[in-house]
T-cell receptor
Framework: GENVEQHPSTLSVQEGDSAVIKCTYSDSASNYFPWYKQELGKGPQLIIDIRSNVGEKKDQRIAVTLNKTAKHFSLHITETQPEDSAVYFC????????????FGAGTRLFVKA | DGGITQSPKYLFRKEGQNVTLSCEQNLNHDAMYWYRQDPGQGLRLIYYSQIVNDFQKGDIAEGYSVSREKKESFPLTVTSAQKNPTAFYLCATQRGPASNEQFFGPGTRLTVL
């Protein structure tokens, strides 16, 4: 089945710097790659997603890139702010007659003021 | 969060007792999911339901049971057969089989004493 690996597990950056989180997936049939942000004690919230027919997508300070050949996708956060501090999850989704989503283990991002 | 309610937020039970976690949605979404989250790990799928009166086992279904008698409700029962039930439980919904995006509830933290 699908397996999603996420790195790093912890990332600490200075306010204003960029943060990059990387994920790899194993099943070439996966065609949807969402990123979720989870604040302490809350449920994850979708922040950006990308589909397999697109190589890059940007939304203000957040961007995601996808390399289908290498089965890599990455989250880029520019001009980080303290409120970006949270746990970020990548995921890969495959249509099995409904969608099954496999999540990475998460990256805890600390943005130091 | 939005139209997904999970109650209670914190739940304590004695070992050997069954406990039922509530998940209600007013989004009119067809699919509902239960995930388990442990510290330092990603979300692992317990059960999911794509339509009323139908549900499928996820990757870690042993020791859990669900029902889907109404579109709005997808309760999860943690039975005494679940060997390590203490965890953060997340309910999610998805609009339908043609839609990838999942929406998460606020979660229930279950502690078994």
């Amino acid at each position: 089945g699908e397996n999603v690996e996420q790195h790093p597990s912890t990332l600490s950056v200075q306010e204003g710097d960029s943060a990059v989180i990387k994920c790899t997936y194993s099943d070439s049939a996966s065609n949807y790659f969402p990123w979720y942000k989870q604040e302490l004690g809350k449920g994850p919230q979708l922040i950006i997603d990308i589909r397999s027919n697109v190589g890059e997508k940007k939304d203000q300070r957040i961007a995601v890139t996808l390399n289908k050949t290498a089965k890599h996708f990455s989250l880029h956060i520019t001009e980080t702010q303290p409120e970006d501090s949270a746990v970020y999850f990548c995921a890969a989704s495959i249509n099995t007659g409904g969608f099954k989503t496999i999540f990475g283990a998460g990256t805890r991002l600390f943005v130091k003021a | 969060d939005g139209g997904i309610t999970q109650s209670p937020k914190y739940l304590f039970r004695k070992e050997g007792q069954n406990v039922t976690l509530s998940c209600e949605q007013n989004l009119n979404h067809d699919a509902m999911y239960w995930y388990r989250q442990d510290p330092g790990q990603g979300l692992r799928l317990i059960y999911y339901s794509q339509i009323v009166n139908d549900f499928q086992k996820g990757d870690i279904a042993e020791g859990y049971s669900v029902s889907r008698e109404k579109k709005e409700s997808f309760p999860l029962t943690v039975t005494s057969a679940q060997k390590n039930p203490t965890a953060f439980y997340l309910c999610a919904t998805q609009r339908g089989p043609a839609s990838n995006e999942q929406f998460f509830g606020p979660g229930t933290r279950l502690t078994v004493l």
